[in-house]
Nanobody
Framework: QVQLVESGGGLVQAGGSLRLSCAAS????????MGWFRQAPGKEREFVATISWNNDSTYYLDSVKGRFTISRDNAKNTVYLQMNSLKPEDTAVYYC????????WGQGTQVTVSS
């Protein structure tokens, strides 16, 4: 089973940037599409971005297009989320996930954007 560990969250002012990382265990990381989701207080978890197993395609939540970039390094078993021009409404716990026979989720990393 794939295990995922996120890092890189923190407190940043509006307009700032953060880069989240998600390290995956297992030799089959490169076989799976990877995604980022987020959950703000009192709200349901929502899709943010996804990247195909071969880096061929990416998809984004409309509100983050042009500001966030998902990427992956299959040699390092790591997926990234570069977040620029952050807004207070981006404040949430961010999770990476994948489907490897069953859904796997990390523990999440907190991102707080102050106005």
């Amino acid at each position: 089973q794939v295990q995922l560990v996120e890092s890189g969250g923190g407190l940043v002012q509006a307009g700032g940037s953060l880069r989240l990382s998600c390290a995956a265990s297992g030799r089959t990381f490169r076989s799976y599409d990877m995604g980022w989701f987020r959950q703000a207080p009192g709200k349901e978890r929502e899709f943010v971005a996804t990247i195909s197993w071969n880096n061929d395609s990416t998809y984004y939540l409309d509100s983050v297009k042009g500001r966030f970039t998902i990427s992956r390094d299959n040699a390092k078993n790591t997926v990234y989320l570069q977040m620029n021009s952050l807004k207070p409404e981006d404040t949430a716990v961010y999770y990476c996930n994948t489907y490897a026979g069953s859904w796997a989720w990390g523990q999440g990393t907190q991102v707080t954007v102050s106005s």
